[in-house]
């Protein structure tokens, strides 16, 4: 079975600074992979999903993540963050069921911290 | 142009006692999710829908929880004889198409069993 870890469950970054999201997947075929933004007490917005083609994927609010098969890894990053990015970061895999639909896999999560 | 809507947000119920909770997937979708947050955890596919069908309830308790998307009005996740283990935030996510289709989230309902 499909399976996906975070293995980082809390980062704090000054704002400003670089971030890295770490990601790993566990599935026998070629994955698709998704990042969700979580705000406290709100729903998932996604932030980028990778499906095939380019490995460097671009999403909104300027983040970007890139896929490795030979690391099985899906890390998300951004140059500088800003103190608007505080959230719970998580990743996820879809996996075409045999019903034709895709189901998401989530890890736990990342919270992320800004400091000034 | 309304997103996924869910409501009741927060529900408050007691050990026994039945909770229904309600998802209108976007303007256009006809497939409806539905994934569990336990505290401290990522989220946990349930059930997948489509209009007046169950596609897949894998994820789904066997006992006491069961899930329906009407033709007409919202998809409905129903949890008979709650108890404390059950609370949770249950997310609805609606998609315009399976294979790959893109999943929007509601705001999620915040169950709570005393």
């Known amino acids: 079975a499909q399976s996906v870890t975070q293995p980082d469950i809390h980062i704090t970054v000054s704002e400003g600074a670089s971030l890295e999201l770490r990601c790993n997947y566990s599935y026998g075929a070629t994955p698709y992979l998704f990042w969700y933004v979580q705000s406290p007490g709100q729903g998932l917005q996604l932030l980028l999903k990778?499906?095939?083609?380019?490995?460097l994927v671009q999403g909104i609010k300027g983040f970007e993540a890139e896929f490795k098969r030979s690391q099985s890894s899906f890390n998300l990053r951004k140059p500088s963050v800003h103190w608007s990015d505080a959230a719970e970061y998580f990743c996820a895999v879809g996996v075409d069921s045999n019903f034709g639909n895709e189901k998401l896999t989530f890890g736990t999560g990342t919270r992320l911290t800004i400091i000034p | 142009n309304a997103g996924v809507m869910q409501n009741p947000r927060h529900l408050v119920r007691r050990r026994g006692q039945e909770a229904r909770l309600r998802c209108s997937p976007m303007?256009?979708?006809?497939?409806v999710y539905w994934y569990r947050q336990l505290p401290e955890e990522g989220l946990k596919f349930m059930v997948y829908l489509q209009k007046e069908n169950i596609i897949d309830e894998s994820g789904m308790p066997k006992e006491r929880f069961s899930a329906e998307f009407p033709k007409e009005g919202p998809s409905i996740l129903r949890i008979q004889q709650v108890v404390r283990g059950d609370s949770a935030a249950y997310f609805c996510?609606?998609?315009?198409?399976?294979?790959?289709?893109?999943?929007?989230f509601g705001p999620g309902t915040r169950l709570t069993v005393t």
């Open positions: 303007k256009g979708h006809s497939h």
């Open positions: 990778y499906f095939s083609g380019d490995t």
């Open positions: 996510a609606s998609s315009s198409w399976t294979g790959l289709g893109e999943q929007y």
